[in-house]
């Protein structure tokens, strides 16, 4: 890597971007030392020995694999309190009805969850009571009860995950889901099918002097943003880098890398080529490219013809979509296709990356295959510098699939059938249950219509999470019984409910004895050891907590379920699990191993029943904007997954109300800056006041969680069974 300075990729020459609208790094850094007060030797142990618990790039304590740099970023420091943080006085939820109208970010600041506490239907709150009685509340519940389980990827390690869905498929359900479900199972889906692999193919090294990144519905500035010093160094190493998004995100076009001392005073310049699309329209604009890449013979040939089929098919296909069809879906020009397609002609090495962007709309497993469709074309695949990245937000969420916690999943990725199941009968010794369970959105469902008897939620707030939050209401107070296992009060946690609801305290990666491991975007798998500290009340690890609910409700099985240790949870992973060969013998500080190596696919094989790429014919989706109406779609600010930091936004202004307009619609409607507006979805609203940005002229942006009162929780992809995070909406003055 170079460590000349580079003027050519200089965002400012102001000093540290002075004047400029920005995030202020430093500021955040101080903030980070405060909330940690009283705790901050405990604090600065997990940052210097622990696995970071936020998005999944992956670090051994502020290193990674990837560079050799200090490697820290906001997020995980404004994590630290969680994992610092006191225990909450239990008095405080005799009665939740003082505590019922607060927001979530008051209710995690008061504290760790220490006991099990107990609420009865028609109590005003909770009282605490032991573990044995907590058990057999929910042993009682869970007998014979219809349920399901919903794990999030709260910096939830691989061992809690394999031992949860054990647990409950032990108790004869396949109704364990995850929050994969909701972030990328659209790519789990796609990717299997076309290449046979649910992952990364490619490493994080793979950026650093490839010839060109594409982000596609992906903003890292936010989600990610320790990968910005990734792409500090990729330009330093001549790496171009395009963006295709609605908005052109602020964090993208420049970018101040704090850890870098180069990039903290002068900024860099991050994205080249800006590609602008309507929200929904990706696939418009992608089956373009791939059109212009055919008709200009700038198709990798011998790739296709030695390691893909389907091609003939899709050629036919894109023949028989118009330009007019394309470029009214994308709203954008078949030049600015054209302009893609020679940048991925010419280009001899590219890595395509996506996110949420891409993934959570109804036709979320399209957009993922129109992606890999230009990657077979241009054989970016199984080399060096080349890949498909759907780059994760949470530390959790690729070991959590791969763990089986999956309603549509066993271990392994294995799909649900009688053959698969009988293979974990065999390693389990009980009977696994031949079906697909409940996703996370059909236990909702399900909860909803009086189909579900009990739910058992570790960590995760659907109230949140979810499309429409009032629905999600109704279904978790119609539940007989409910089981919030998390470190911190949640909002779903204190809604009334027609039966018991159980409160019971976990441990977080960094508390539990034997260490735990995490599983990153680019597939390396990653011991994380207990870090010495205070310790929370009565506190117990998930997979503890899981194994006694199913041993407690069917002793007979008991044996089977329960763990004496992380360790050997491990060792019975690496024999569920041959891919994940290694992970037994994880149990020092930055152990590692990365499975499939840097690339998959590099002996020229995919994991397909013939060995090659599939292409597919994406047909483009029927999305009709009447006039006057908009898309919206939910964004991301100053947060983690649904935990806000922030109410402004450092890169753009925005304030947790703001409605993003471009300034064309702005003046267009007459709307300045600030001017309250309603945006209205048939019978659902939102209150927001508007804020110009870089948007697509018929498009608006606005943030989730606060969002997701104008989604509809029945709009879902049809094979991933992804919530649409947008929606179709008119815009009244107010």
């Not at 999944?56 to 290193?63: D, E, K, N, Q, V």
């Not at 490839?210 to 910005?228: E, K, R, T, Y």
């Not at 503890?544 to 949870?569: D, H, M, W, Y």
């Not at 109300?657 to 609203?685: F, H, I, K, N, Q």
């Amino acid at each position: 890597m170079s460590r000349r300075l580079d003027p050519r990729n200089w965002a400012s020459w102001r000093p540290f971007g002075i004047g400029l609208r920005k995030p202020n790094n430093y500021l955040e850094l101080l903030k980070a030392f405060r909330s940690v007060k009283g705790n901050r030797r405990y604090a600065w142990r997990i940052l210097q020995q622990g696995t970071c618990d936020g998005c999944a790039l992956g670090t051994r304590g502020m290193r990674d694999w990837t560079m050799d740099e200090v490697h820290l970023c906001n997020i995980r420091l404004r994590l630290l309190p969680l994992n610092t943080m006191p225990a909450l006085d239990v008095s405080l939820l005799g009665d939740v009805s003082e505590l019922a109208g607060r927001k979530s970010a008051e209710l995690r600041e008061l504290g760790r969850l220490p006991y099990p506490m107990l609420r009865r239907a028609g109590e005003p709150g909770f009282s605490r009571i032991s573990w044995d009685e907590a058990l057999k509340v929910a042993a009682d519940g869970l007998r014979e009860a219809r349920f399901g389980a919903y794990l999030t990827s709260r910096g939830m390690p691989n061992e809690n995950y394999y031992a949860a869905q054990k647990a409950v498929r032990a108790l004869g359900t396949n109704s364990v889901d995850n929050a994969a479900r909701i972030c990328h199972s659209p790519s789990t889906v796609a990717l299997k099918q076309t290449i046979g692999a649910a992952a990364t193919t490619c490493s994080y090294t793979d950026w650093i002097g490839s010839d060109l990144i594409v982000f596609i519905g992906s903003n890292p500035s936010n989600n990610q943003p320790v990968a910005m010093k990734y792409l500090y160094h990729a330009k330093k190493a001549g790496t171009r880098v395009a963006m295709i998004n609605a908005y052109r995100e602020p964090g993208m076009d420049r970018y101040w890398v704090p850890s870098n001392a180069e990039s903290a005073v002068f900024g860099t310049k991050i994205t080249d080529e800006f590609f602008g699309v309507n929200v929904g329209g990706d696939i418009g604009f992608l089956n373009g490219v791939l059109k212009h890449l055919i008709e200009n013979d700038w198709v990798d040939k011998a790739f296709v013809d030695q390691r893909t089929s389907g091609f003939e098919e899709v050629r036919r296909a894109l023949a028989d979509q118009t330009w007019e069809e394309l470029e009214a879906l994308a709203g954008a020009t078949r030049d600015e296709m054209l302009r893609l397609a020679r940048l991925l002609g010419e280009a001899k090495s590219a890595v395509l990356v996506w996110s949420m962007g891409i993934t959570q709309h109804a036709f979320g497993e399209d957009n993922v295959r129109s992606i890999v469709n230009l990657a077979l074309a241009r054989g970016f695949l199984g080399r060096d510098n080349c890949g498909l990245m759907p780059i994760r937000g949470h530390s959790g969420v690729q070991g959590g699939a791969e763990m089986g916690a999956y309603a549509t999943g066993l271990p392994g990725g294995l799909p649900i059938t009688p053959e698969n199941a009988a293979k974990f009968t065999d390693i389990w010794g009980f009977e696994v249950p031949t079906a697909p369970g409940l996703t996370a959105t059909d236990m909702i469902d399900a909860a909803h219509s009086g189909d579900l008897d009990a739910l058992i939620s570790s960590g995760g707030n659907f109230l949140e999470v979810l499309p429409d939050p009032g629905y999600c209401r109704e279904a978790l107070a119609r539940l007989k019984l409910r089981v919030h296992i998390d470190i911190v009060l949640s909002s779903q946690m204190l809604v009334p409910s027609e039966g018991d609801v159980l409160l019971l305290p976990a441990q977080t990666r960094y508390e539990m004895t034997g260490g735990v491991t995490e599983t990153s975007t680019e597939r390396r798998i990653i011991f994380s050891p207990e870090i010495e500290g205070p310790r929370i009340g009565e506190a117990w690890p998930e997979w503890k907590i899981f194994g006694e609910l199913a041993a407690q409700t069917n002793p007979e099985i008991s044996a089977k379920v329960r763990f004496t240790g992380t360790p050997r949870i491990r060792a019975e992973i690496e024999q569920a699990v041959p891919f994940y060969q290694g992970i037994s013998a994880l149990k020092g500080f930055g152990d590692n191993v990365q499975y499939g190596g840097r690339h998959l696919f590099a002996d020229g094989r995919f994991n397909t029943p013939d060995g090659r790429g599939v292409f597919s014919a994406v047909e483009p989706p029927a999305l009709e904007r009447p006039d006057g109406t908009f898309m919206v779609a939910t964004r991301r600010g100053k947060q983690f997954n649904s935990m806000v930091h922030e109410r402004r936004d450092g890169f753009n202004g925005a304030m947790r109300e703001a409605v993003l307009m471009s300034p064309y619609d702005a003046d267009r409607l007459g709307l300045p800056d600030g001017t309250p507006v309603e945006l209205s979805s048939g019978e659902r609203s939102y209150l927001g006041k508007v804020l110009r940005a870089p948007l697509m002229p018929g498009n608006l942006q606005i943030h989730w969680p606060e969002g997701n009162v104008l989604l509809d929780e029945a709009r879902r992809s049809p094979q991933a069974r992804i919530p649409d995070y947008n929606a179709l909406v008119t815009v009244r003055r107010l």
